[in-house]
């Protein structure tokens, strides 16, 4: 069963969402080439701590950073530790937090420095991909029309959809149902009903969709080694449309 968010449930999903979102901003500030993954964690545990909040992510099924930091071919579940940034990279960022018993997700990527020409267009087609996917949430349509705008459009430009992991939905727990593949034919699944708040994810590769996960168990790479970008927004299912809870 997919939960339908009260007024009172969205009005603290909003607040956790407006929180996440000012401690990811704050976060980027901090990002530059020379820094290293474990550093951007510090930060990240800084932020959250200071806004009075839990990371979501941190012990999840024994995760052992604040939030996931993931370079270059990493896909996502990268975790923070002695690896630098330098000019050239891209860095994901994904964090979910939880404020009084509510949780909000969302995912950046960011350029370091000056990066190639197709990488930066990697970044601006998922950012892009994921707009098309959220402009779909919306009460009647279904819940794969999600899926098939973040396909359709990603693969118009060149680049394919990650498989093995999807979007889902969110509230009182991080992972809720349904879950949100990136990829399929529209008009199926479940009918999208007000009240419902989804974290959509698109996962988009320069190459193959394939991926697989290192030996440390967490840390899911591109098959072909070749760079892959992650956005995420938590975003509510209203009467007026999507709103994006995380910005
Ligand atoms: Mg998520």
Not at 47 to 58: D, H, N, P, T
Not at 99 to 119: C, H, M, Q, W
Not at 189 to 203: C, D, F, K, Q, T
């Amino acid at each position: 069963m997919i939960s339908l968010k009260s007024e009172k449930d969205l009005q603290m999903m909003r607040e956790a969402g407006k929180i996440l979102a000012k401690i990811m901003q704050e976060l980027q500030k901090g990002i530059t080439a020379g820094i290293s993954t474990g550093e951007i964690n510090r930060m990240a545990g800084d932020l959250i701590r200071r806004e009075g909040v839990k990371s979501a992510f941190k012990g999840y099924r024994g995760f052992p950073g604040e939030i996931c930091v993931s370079v270059n071919e990493e896909v996502v579940h990268g975790i923070p530790g002695e690896r630098r940034l330098v000019e050239g990279d891209i860095i994901s960022l994904d964090l979910g937090i939880e404020y009084k018993g509510y949780f909000s997700d969302t995912a950046i990527t960011l350029p370091i420095g000056e990066v190639n020409p197709r990488t930066k267009k990697l970044i601006e087609v998922t950012k892009r991909s994921l707009l098309k996917g959220i402009r779909q949430a919306r009460i009647n349509n279904h819940l794969s029309d999600i899926s098939y705008a973040i396909q359709n459009y990603t693969e118009s430009q060149g680049f394919s959809v990650v498989r093995q992991f999807v979007g889902h939905g969110i509230g009182i727990n991080l992972h809720e149902e349904p879950e949100i593949p990136n990829f399929g034919p529209p008009n199926q699944g479940p009918r999208l009903l007000s009240g419902m708040v989804l974290a959509i994810e698109p996962m988009i590769n320069t190459g193959g969709w394939e991926c697989e996960t290192m030996d440390d168990g967490w840390t899911v790479v591109t098959k072909d080694r070749l760079p892959s970008a992650h956005f995420e927004h938590t975003v509510a299912i209203t009467p007026y449309g999507p709103e994006i809870l995380t910005s």
